[in-house]
């Protein structure tokens, strides 16, 4: 739409965000404003689902360990433990998938060998070592693998 009304109009859509027709100076320094206020709702979109992401993951962790402590401690046939054992299980996996989806969603990676930045794909992030913070993925450019 923003493309269309400046058409119309015979603005850019700067002019058309900031309400005011701009000079080539006040215009460059309007373009970049715009960039950084867009690039730190990113960056706060992307830590605020790293943070669902990690609530997700420690709730269904306890929800699934609960379940099977639960069947432990209750006297109830084998069959019952059993399927209650499976449901803690898909809990779990289920729970895990989201926060995976959640975090891989939340950002782009940045190769530190050829300066590549890329979203990888989901077989990618989940076969991938990690540590809390960082994951090895292979670059789809270059193709070396590091902790990013």
């Given at each position: 739409m923003l493309q269309i009304l400046s058409k119309l109009f015979d603005v850019s859509i700067n002019e058309l965000l900031s309400g005011?027709?701009?000079?080539?100076?006040?215009?460059?320094?309007?373009?970049?404003?715009?960039i950084v206020t867009d690039l730190m709702k990113k960056r706060n979109e992307a830590k605020k689902r790293l943070t669902v992401s990690?609530?997700?993951?420690?709730?269904?962790?306890?929800?699934?360990?609960s379940i099977i402590l639960l069947s432990a401690l209750l006297s109830a046939p084998i069959w019952l433990k059993i399927i209650c054992i499976v449901f803690s299980?898909?809990?779990?996996?289920?729970?895990?998938?989201?926060?995976?989806?959640?975090?891989?969603?939340?950002?782009?990676?940045?190769?530190p060998v050829c300066g590549e930045k890329f979203v990888p794909s989901m077989k990618d992030f989940i076969g991938g070592a990690h540590t809390?913070?960082?994951?090895?993925?292979k670059c789809p450019k270059c193709g070396k693998k590091n902790f990013l």
């Open positions: 005011v027709r701009l000079d080539e100076k006040h215009y460059k320094e309007n373009a970049e404003e715009y990690c609530i997700v993951a420690l709730v269904t962790i306890l929800a699934g360990l299980f898909i809990i779990i996996i289920l729970g895990v998938g989201v926060c995976c989806v959640l975090t891989v969603d939340a950002g782009v990676y940045e190769c809390l913070t960082k994951r090895k993925l």
